[in-house]
């Protein structure tokens, strides 16, 4: 009663204050701040908006993988005003590693959108879309005033003419007291020497702009038409100090070999319509920073085998009579496993301080996209066989290539694997992933001629079925003795699939 005397307030105004909640919608506020007050009291923080209206839910920037930094907008699953339920999808991020699907944590409904699709680069951390409670009024909802404004959405940027400038001379071409130097091969200074003439009278046409004989014999052609005359040198000015300078030796020769051959004329690789910008994903971006880093930083050291695949391909053709389909890499996944399990000292990262010994075999397999190289990780590939390690590999694959792989489907991983062979490569070596310690190259099988003996010793030629596997180490982690004896160990298991299980 005291306050309902002291503030002269109905009573529906007293129950309204008496029920109030601490998240106050702004018709509410409006509605409240209508009621008479006695005595002209002023209720500014009564009326007050940024007291009264509902504070909206941010919606920042996710981090969605250990090694992102900035993300993309690909596309808003929902539109403002929509209502969101906590799992809903809201929108498909662009990462360094795929595109993810970003889902709502809570119920409400998505009031604003502060970042358009499309919009590239989008810090971690920043506002990129404002929600509210259901029943609040998400039409009033504003962006804070201490949100920098949105990005704008990347679009290509059209060809501009440059501003022209005042040119400077190519350095190359720059004269040092009137006379050009140019380097000459020896045929072409004889003959310029014989026919006393000047290399600045021609154009150099040799690599790195050398002046060759070919273009001293065009000087001497254009001599005898009459078109170009003899070079003299020019007398030098009388000057006071040429008794006190003294003599010149003049007996070199005329053209003498520079210390430093002059640089070549570049082209102009950057002028407007001489190339075509491709934009960066944030997948490629990552991918060649990653490879520098791993190529400028870690000490890599190759080792190389061959395997006969003849047993192999032997399973392999009973299991399609039973309609289990299995590929030559899903073989050599498994050999991987398998002798990962039987070499913990392989199955080791770097994190930079020194290695860690991994307790599950879970094996990274490049998989190539439209967008780059993403490796999706076999869990746990020591106890799974040939037909499970299979089945794994499309399921990812497929996923990877549309770009819906989930962050725990591709971050970490202990051993890699990047298989060419399907493109007909031979052999190759490829680039180790930190923090692994690892990566297996491999190439095709190929057939191969081989001298052996029968039962009886006599030598005939067999054809046996051949691929060559290179593996990357980290010599930090992995040395040469180790690297070796796991690539024997690699060999004796694939070549015998009856160890595969």
Request: aromatic letters at 4%.
């Amino acid at each position: 009663m005291a306050a309902s005397w002291r503030l002269r307030c109905n009573q529906p105004l007293l129950r309204y204050l008496l029920g109030f909640s601490s998240r106050r919608s702004l018709g509410l506020a409006q509605g409240a701040a209508a009621w008479p007050v006695d005595r002209g009291a002023s209720w500014r923080w009564f009326h007050s908006t940024q007291l009264l209206q509902a504070d909206p839910i941010k919606v920042l920037m996710p981090s969605l993988s250990p090694t992102m930094e900035q993300g993309n907008i690909v596309k808003w699953l929902k539109k403002e005003g929509e209502a969101v339920s906590a799992g809903d999808s809201l929108c498909e991020i662009e990462t360094d590693k795929a595109v993810v699907t970003l889902d709502a944590n809570d119920d409400g409904i998505l009031a604003k959108i502060v970042v358009e699709e499309g919009a590239k680069n989008i810090q971690l951390g920043s506002l990129i879309a404002l929600m509210v409670e259901e029943g609040e009024d998400w039409k009033q909802v504003e962006i804070p005033k201490d949100v920098s404004a949105p990005p704008p959405v990347s679009k290509p940027a059209a060809p501009t003419q440059p501003s022209p400038q005042p040119q400077s001379p190519c350095p190359a071409r720059k004269e040092h007291k009137g006379t050009a130097r140019f380097r000459l091969s020896p045929a072409a200074r004889n003959i310029l020497e014989k026919h006393s003439l000047d290399a600045s009278q021609g154009t150099a046409t040799g690599p790195r702009g050398i002046f060759t004989k070919e273009d001293a014999l065009k000087l001497v052609e254009l001599k005898q038409m009459g078109k170009i005359t003899e070079s003299r040198p020019a007398s030098a000015p009388p000057s006071s100090l040429s008794a006190s300078v003294p003599p010149q030796d003049t007996a070199g020769p005329s053209y003498p070999r520079p210390m430093i051959p002059p640089v070549s004329i570049p082209g102009q690789p950057n002028a407007a319509g001489t190339f075509t910008e491709i934009p960066a994903s944030n997948i490629r971006r990552v991918i060649a920073k990653r490879l520098t880093e791993s190529k400028s930083t870690v000490p890599h050291a190759y080792a190389t085998a061959d395997c006969d695949l003849g047993a192999v391909l032997k399973v392999r053709r009973d299991l399609v009579k039973d309609d289990i389909k299995v590929s030559v890499n899903d073989f050599i996944i498994r050999a991987a496993a398998v002798t990962l399990k039987q070499m913990p000292g392989v199955n080791v990262t770097w994190d930079g301080e020194g290695p860690k010994q991994l307790p599950s075999v879970d094996i990274s397999v490049a998989v190539a996209t439209d967008k780059g190289l993403i490796t999706p990780i076999i869990k746990d590939a020591a106890a799974k066989g040939i037909q499970e390690i299979a089945d794994s590999v499309k399921v990812l694959s497929k996923k990877a290539r549309d770009g819906k792989l989930m962050p725990e489907e591709y971050q970490g991983g202990s051993f890699s694997i990047s298989n060419l062979g399907m493109f007909g490569i031979d052999e190759f070596t490829a680039v180790i992933n930190p923090p692994q310690a690892c990566i297996l190259a491999v190439g095709r099988f190929r057939p191969v001629l081989k001298l052996t003996e029968d039962e009886e010793g006599n030598p005939q030629l067999q054809q046996h079925q051949l691929i060559t596997v290179t593996m990357s180490s980290d010599s930090r982690v992995v040395d040469d003795e180790l690297a070796t004896r796991f690539l024997e160990t690699f060999k004796a298991n694939l070549e015998n699939p009856m160890r595969l299980g």
